[in-house]
C-alpha cells in the first residue's frame, strides 16, 4: 500500500502505463496509439502543473514544461532507441510522423523565442504587452496543433502509417484491455494523481531546499521524470518489441502536446488560478535547450532507421543539459 505522495504517484504511472499499453495500441495502432498514449499520459503532468500555477509557482511550471519538452524528446527518446536497439541490430520508424512532430516542436521553440526577444530589445516591454502576446501566441500554438491533427489523422493519414516489422521478438501483453475500460481506469488513475499532486508539489520543494537544488533544477528534471514515468514505461516496452513507431510517437508526440498544447493551456488558465496571468517568456537557456533538442530530434530521426548508438548520443545531450542545470542554474 502506497504511504506518501511519491509511492502513489508511481503506483499510478504504473497502473496507468500498463492500461494506456493494453489499451491503446491493441485497439487504435501504434501511430493513433501513441498520441493517446501521449495525451493521457501528459494529463499527470498538467495536473501537478496546474497545482503548482495555483501556488503561484511560476518558475517551477515553466521549468517543468521545458523538462518535459527536453526530457521527452531527449530522454524518453534516447533510451528507447538504445533499449530497441540493444535487442535489434536496427530499427526503422516512419520518419514523416517525426519530421511533422519536430516541425511543429521547431514552432513552438520560435513562439516561446519571441517573448524573450521583445524583453531583450532597448525598450523593455511591459508586462502588459507580455501578457497579450503570449495570449495570442497561446492561441495560435493551440489552433495549429489541433490542425496538426486533422492533417496526420484525417485528410493525409496515409502518411503517418507504421512501419511493418517481420521479426518481432518477446511476448504481447497478453489479452488487451477493451478500450472503454482502458480508458475508465487512466481516468481514475488521473483523479489519483491530482488528489496527491499539490502534497507532491510541497514536497518537492522541500526536498529541492533540503538537498540544495533550485527550482529550475527541480522543474525540469525531477518533475519531468515523474511525470514521464507511465509513458516512458510504454515507449521503453515498445522499443523492446520493435515497435518503434509507438516509441517515437509517445515520446515527440508528447513533447509537441506539452509545446503546443499544455502550455498554452496554462497561460490561459493563469487567468482564472493564478495570482498574476504568467506569460510565456522563459529564460534563454530553456529555450536554447528546447532549440536543440528539437534540432537533434530532427537530425536523428530524418532517415527513419535507428540504432542503439543513436540513443546514446541523445542520452549524452539530455545528459549535458542536466548536468549544466544541476551545477550551473540559469540566472533570471
Request: charged share 10%; aromatic share 8%.
Amino acid at each position: 500500500m502506497a504511504r506518501n505522495p511519491q509511492e502513489s504517484a508511481a503506483l499510478a504511472a504504473g497502473v496507468r502505463a500498463h492500461s494506456a499499453r493494453c489499451g491503446a495500441p491493441a485497439k487504435t495502432g501504434d501511430a493513433v496509439g501513441g498520441l493517446l498514449n501521449a495525451t493521457l499520459g501528459n494529463l499527470t503532468e498538467l495536473v501537478i502543473a496546474l497545482t503548482a500555477l495555483g501556488a503561484g509557482q511560476y518558475m517551477l511550471v515553466k521549468a517543468s514544461i521545458a523538462g518535459a519538452i527536453v526530457t521527452n524528446t531527449l530522454f524518453m527518446l534516447g533510451a528507447s532507441l538504445l533499449l530497441g536497439g540493444m535487442r535489434y541490430h536496427t530499427q526503422d520508424f516512419n520518419a514523416a510522423s517525426a519530421r511533422l512532430q519536430a516541425g511543429q516542436l521547431f514552432l513552438a521553440t520560435i513562439a516561446l523565442l519571441v517573448p524573450s526577444l521583445a524583453s531583450g530589445t532597448g525598450e523593455a516591454p511591459g508586462q502588459a504587452f507580455l501578457q497579450q502576446l503570449s495570449v495570442c501566441l497561446a492561441i495560435v500554438l493551440i489552433v495549429t496543433y489541433a490542425l496538426g491533427l486533422v492533417f496526420s489523422l484525417k485528410t493525409h493519414r496515409e502518411f503517418f502509417g507504421s512501419v511493418r516489422h517481420g521479426d518481432v521478438k518477446g511476448e504481447e501483453d497478453g489479452e488487451p484491455w477493451p478500450l472503454r475500460l482502458a480508458i475508465c481506469i487512466l481516468g481514475a488513475v488521473t483523479v489519483l494523481v491530482g488528489l496527491v499532486s499539490e502534497i507532491f508539489v510541497a514536497s518537492v520543494q522541500e526536498a529541492a531546499v533540503a538537498m540544495g537544488m533550485t527550482d529550475t533544477f527541480v522543474g525540469f528534471v525531477v518533475v519531468a521524470l515523474v511525470g514521464a514515468a507511465a509513458e516512458m514505461t510504454a515507449a521503453f516496452s515498445g522499443a523492446r518489441k520493435n515497435r518503434l513507431d509507438l516509441s517515437v510517437g509517445i515520446a515527440l508526440g508528447s513533447a509537441t502536446q506539452i509545446a503546443l498544447f499544455v502550455a498554452p493551456v496554462l497561460v490561459l488558465a493563469s487567468y482564472f488560478l493564478g495570482p498574476a496571468p504568467m506569460t510565456l517568456q522563459f529564460w534563454p537557456g530553456a529555450v536554447a535547450m528546447m532549440f536543440l533538442a528539437t534540432l537533434t530530434v530532427s537530425l536523428v530521426c530524418n532517415g527513419g532507421r535507428s540504432a542503439w548508438f543513436l540513443g546514446v548520443l541523445v542520452i549524452a545531450v539530455y545528459l549535458t543539459f542536466a548536468t549544466t542545470l544541476y551545477l550551473l542554474p540559469p540566472i533570471l
